[in-house]
């Protein structure tokens, strides 16, 4: 039986919301309550309905995280672009596994660690914005690069990448912060890509087409 537990605090709301749309949302919420008190019903029902969809789309729900020696879990919702041996000189020294994880505008867009560790160096890139799903993307497009290293020495590296909708990163953590797996650290307002590097004896137990949680899903097994 597999053991699990909690690596943020669970939320004290039935539906919590990332405080990151809170400014969106009240906004939306103001011009909706202004076009009802003028009784203008059809911009207001819009309203209402634009108001509900940014609120579903900073949804922040709670996540129990598996527990295990070496597991890494998905940093994002969505789904598995690819999982491929490379060597990569921007994100990792030498051979390692990368697996993207795409997330589409319906996904939670909330970002967790994808295993315990510290934060060694935080890397942001100001790029461009073409489509998150072409491979260009990872080194093209806006980045920010997370870099953690685990108790054990393995190295692990995560990046967020911006897409044609996404043009807003946040990034919440710094270095010398020590994180645990499953831990809130940032998100991708509306939607984007996640990008994992994991040593080249990492173990995946994903492939591409499978739909993964942040926190809750596991990608594979440091070895």
């Known amino acids: 039986m597999k053991q699990y537990s909690w690596s943020d605090p669970p939320g004290q709301f039935a539906f919590p919301v990332e405080k990151a749309g809170y400014p969106v949302i009240l906004a ?7 076009f009802a008190l003028l009784e203008l019903t059809y911009p207001a029902i819009i309203g209402i309905i634009v108001t509900l969809s940014i609120c579903f789309f900073f949804r922040d729900p709670d996540r129990i995280i598996p527990n295990g020696a070496g597991v890494v879990v998905s940093p994002a919702d969505g789904k598995i672009l690819y999982v491929s041996k490379t ?34 160096k935080i890397r942001y890139f100001p790029g461009k914005f073409v489509s998150a799903n072409l491979d260009k ?19 692990v590296c995560f990046v967020q990448v911006a897409g044609l909708i996404a043009r807003r990163i946040i990034c919440k953590v710094q270095k010398g912060d020590v994180l ?3 831990q809130r650290f940032g998100l991708i307002c509306f939607g984007s890509r996640l990008d994992v590097y994991l040593p080249a004896d990492f173990k ?14 596991i990608l594979g097994k440091l070895i």
């Open 28 to 34: 939306c919420a103001f011009i909706t309550a202004v």
């Open 87 to 120: 060597d990569s000189q921007h994100f990792y020294e030498g051979p390692c596994i990368k697996i993207s994880i795409f997330m589409s505008v319906f996904n939670v867009h909330v970002n967790r660690v994808p295993h315990e560790g510290e934060i060694k």
């Open 137 to 155: 993307a990872s080194l093209e497009n806006e980045h920010n690069a997370v870099f953690l290293e685990t108790q054990e020495g393995f190295q």
């Open 180 to 182: 645990l797996r499953g």
């Open 204 to 217: 995946p137990e994903v492939s591409a087409g499978d739909k993964v949680l942040a926190g809750a899903s």
